[in-house]
């Protein structure tokens, strides 16, 4: 009781600062590439409660926003900063087309809790913030990517709340990545504080949606290449739909063949023999061994990958938590971009009702 009342204490505290305006933000319609205008991340509970079908801000603006000052250098972290706000219309517009799609009656006629198409379209509400915070990240010497058109097949609520699963650890996986990538701190913290975000979406639908542990072992799964895993998201985006001021994404690109896995011949565990499909050739070369490489929490195990049966087997020493990505590379332990020659692959190990793969 007594430590309560002092949290109580401090909590107050902090709501008294809160009360002192902080904001100018301008009203929209307003010029989107001022940080100015439109609610503030942080500062609105636009990206927090807004319970509204039509899309939110800035979710519901159209096209690239130009660079106001092209003479200038780009900042240090443009680059990754566009390949981001591209992922996150994907992510973004995934939420948004479920909350058009679908109603509170959609979920609770599966019987779940009867919050949860509330918890989405609050999701929904984060990820309009992360569309602004990357947004407000790019400087004004560079163009700020606007929406493409998605296909997500959202067919069924049950599809939805998979798919929901995949894209949450993998944003996870590639936002550890690019804190490889980036050359200001500033932007280290942020990918940290954005990934913990999407870790409590995933925690909220391993509790209330699938009925699992929240917790997804010691650590999230790395993957170095970040790019790699963006390109995977590109499955979702009408060819040749995107606002043709948007840079190519994601930049730089290896333009891999995705892989999926014979999912009837497998439980897709560790220890599990597994075969990969692939959605076009691997540039093979007669005189190299090839490796698949398992990534697992902060760990990595290459196999011996044989490219004439597609088959290897899945790391037996791995946990049974969170999630494995798997590449097909030229060189054990993938040490470089280029020795990668396909994927990567999601192997979503949590909740183990879930066998969807995330390739293909
Ligand atoms: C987007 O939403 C904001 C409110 O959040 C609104 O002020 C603005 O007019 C909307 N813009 C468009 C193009 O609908
Ligand atoms: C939810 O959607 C279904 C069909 O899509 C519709 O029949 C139902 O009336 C809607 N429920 C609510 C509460 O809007
Ligand atoms: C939602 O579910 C909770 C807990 O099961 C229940 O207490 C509440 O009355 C329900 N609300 C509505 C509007 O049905
Ligand atoms: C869309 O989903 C349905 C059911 O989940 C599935 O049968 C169908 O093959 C999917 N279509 C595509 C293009 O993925
Ligand atoms: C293995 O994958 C390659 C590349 O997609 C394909 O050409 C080959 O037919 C596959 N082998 C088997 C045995 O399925």
């Given at each position: 009781?007594?430590?309560?009342?002092?949290?109580?204490?401090?909590?107050?505290?902090?709501?008294?600062?809160?009360?002192?305006?902080?904001?100018?933000?301008?009203?929209?319609?307003?010029?989107?590439s001022?940080?100015?205008?439109?609610?503030?991340?942080?500062?609105?509970?636009?990206?927090?409660?807004?319970?509204?079908?039509?899309?939110?801000?800035?979710?519901?603006?159209?096209?690239?926003?130009k660079s106001t000052t092209p003479e200038d250098d780009p900042g240090a972290d443009d680059l990754l900063f566009q390949?981001?706000?591209?992922?996150?219309?994907?992510?973004?517009?995934?939420?948004?087309?479920?909350?058009?799609?679908?109603?509170?009656?959609?979920?609770?006629?599966?019987?779940?809790?009867?919050?949860?198409?509330?918890?989405?379209?609050?999701?929904?509400?984060?990820?309009?913030?992360?569309?602004?915070?990357?947004?407000?990240s790019i400087s004004s010497s560079s163009v700020k990517?606007?929406?493409?058109?998605?296909?997500?097949?959202?067919?069924?609520?049950?599809?939805?709340?998979?798919?929901?699963?995949?894209?949450?650890?993998?944003?996870?996986?590639?936002?550890?990545?690019?804190?490889?990538?980036?050359k200001l701190?500033?932007t280290?913290?942020?990918?940290?504080?954005?990934?913990?975000?999407?870790?409590?979406?995933?925690?909220?639908?391993?509790?209330?949606?699938?009925?699992?542990?929240?917790?997804?072992?010691?650590?999230?799964?790395?993957?170095?290449?970040?790019?790699?895993?963006?390109?995977?998201?590109?499955?979702?985006?009408?060819?040749?739909?995107?606002?043709?001021?948007?840079p190519?994404?994601?930049r730089?690109?290896?333009?891999?063949?995705?892989?999926?896995?014979?999912?009837?011949?497998?439980?897709?565990?560790?220890?599990?023999?597994?075969?990969?499909?692939?959605?076009?050739?691997?540039?093979?070369?007669?005189?190299?061994?090839?490796?698949?490489?398992?990534?697992?929490?902060?760990?990595?195990?290459?196999?011996?990958?044989?490219?004439?049966?597609?088959?290897?087997?899945?790391?037996?020493?791995?946990?049974?938590?969170?999630?494995?990505?798997?590449?097909?590379?030229?060189?054990?332990?993938?040490?470089?971009?280029?020795?990668?020659?396909?994927?990567?692959?999601?192997?979503?190990?949590?909740?183990?009702?879930?066998?969807?793969?995330?390739?293909?």
């Open positions: 009781m007594i430590q309560l009342r002092s949290i109580s204490i401090i909590l107050a505290g902090l709501s008294a600062v809160k009360a002192v305006p902080i904001s100018d933000a301008q009203t929209p319609p307003c010029d989107l001022s940080t100015s205008c439109g609610p503030v991340p942080g500062e609105s509970d636009i990206y927090n409660d807004y319970a509204g079908k039509a899309a939110p801000f800035p979710g519901n603006s159209t096209g690239a926003i390949n981001l706000l591209a992922a996150e219309w994907v992510i973004y517009s995934f939420y948004q087309t479920a909350v058009e799609t679908f109603n509170a009656s959609s979920f609770i006629a599966i019987g779940l809790p009867n919050n949860t198409y509330e918890r989405i379209t609050e999701i929904r509400d984060n990820e309009a913030g992360h569309l602004r915070i990357f947004q407000d990517p606007g929406p493409c058109k998605y296909e997500y097949n959202l067919t069924t609520p049950e599809f939805f709340l998979a798919l929901q699963q995949v894209i949450e650890i993998t944003s996870e996986a590639f936002l550890t990545g690019l804190v490889l990538q980036a701190d500033k280290k913290s942020a990918m940290v504080a954005i990934g913990g975000i999407e870790s409590r979406h995933s925690a909220w639908a391993l509790i209330d949606v699938w009925g699992a542990d929240p917790f997804t072992g010691p650590a999230e799964t790395i993957f170095p290449y970040a790019n790699e895993i963006l390109d995977v998201t590109n499955q979702f985006v009408v060819p040749g739909s995107c606002p043709k001021e948007n190519v994404y994601p730089p690109s290896q333009h891999l063949p995705r892989m999926n896995f014979e999912s009837d011949s497998t439980t897709a565990r560790p220890g599990a023999d597994i075969t990969f499909t692939f959605t076009k050739n691997p540039q093979y070369q007669n005189d190299k061994e090839y490796y698949a490489v398992f990534y697992h929490g902060l760990q990595k195990v290459s196999v011996p990958f044989d490219v004439k049966t597609n088959r290897t087997t899945i790391p037996a020493a791995f946990d049974s938590k969170g999630l494995i990505l798997v590449v097909i590379a030229d060189t054990p332990g993938a040490p470089y971009t280029d020795t990668v020659v396909a994927g990567p692959l999601t192997l979503l190990e949590q909740p183990s009702q879930i066998t969807l793969a995330f390739g293909n």
